[in-house]
């Protein structure tokens, strides 16, 4: 089965630029979503479709997707913006979620 | 502005089934496809399935779940629901109801509701 994988964590420093990878096999060939989710709440959608940002979205917050990968980027990290961020994306009309990546500003 | 409301949830043996249901608001139901995802204690997000918009032709389920679990929808009621039959411990979870895109493709969840716990004693 098709799987999304991300690192268990990230730190960053606030101002500084966070990147977070979701690998996947020809992942490029797929469209990729990432959703951000503090604690005790609803994930949010952040980036869809590898690179668009929906409505409300702060421009610091882009997406790529080539080759295996997927990269979120957070611009100018934010203290607001640490949350979890999973990726992902469908395979075989089956969703796939990344096991999520705890981003801490620190 | 996009509303989605679960109810349902609760505490149950091993076994049981349970029905949960999302109510929609803000938008018009009928023309999106809906789905259910799942976040056991401290876990990952889980995808357990969809229905395609207006009649539901199109309906996908998690491998694991298929035959224990049933996702519908009531358009005149503007609700999502999802039978949950056999529950194990391992069913543990919140369960979120996500809005996909309008017609019948797989893509973004774009709106989630606040989540209903269900929690299965053995």
């Known amino acids: 089965s098709y799987e999304l994988t991300q690192p268990p964590s990230v730190s960053v420093s606030p101002g500084q630029t966070a990147s977070v990878t979701c690998s996947g096999d020809k992942l490029g060939d797929k469209y990729v979503h990432w959703y951000q989710q503090k604690p005790g709440q609803s994930p949010v959608l952040v980036i869809y479709?590898?690179?668009k940002r929906p409505s409300g979205i702060p421009e610091r917050f882009s997406g790529s997707n080539s080759g295996n990968t997927a990269t979120l980027t957070i611009s100018g990290t934010q203290p607001m913006d640490e949350a979890d961020y999973f990726c992902?994306?469908?395979?075989?009309?089956?969703?796939?979620f990344g096991g999520g990546t705890k981003l801490t500003v620190l | 502005e996009v509303h989605l409301v679960e109810s349902g949830g609760g505490l149950v043996k091993r076994g049981d089934s349970l029905r949960l249901s999302c109510a929609a608001s803000g938008f018009t139901f009928s023309s999106f496809s809906m789905n259910w995802v799942r976040q056991a204690p401290g876990k990952g997000l889980e995808w357990v399935s969809t229905i395609s918009a207006s009649t539901g032709t199109y309906i996908y389920y998690a491998d694991s779940l298929r035959g224990r679990f049933t996702i519908s929808r009531d358009n005149s009621k503007n609700s999502l629901y999802l039978q949950m039959n056999s529950l194990s411990a391992e069913d543990t979870a919140v369960y979120f109801c996500a809005r996909g895109p309008e017609g019948s493709g797989l893509s973004v969840f774009d709106y989630w509701g606040q989540g209903a716990l269900v929690t299965v004693s053995s």
């Open positions: 479709q590898d690179n």
């Open positions: 992902q994306a469908w395979d075989s009309s089956t969703a796939i």
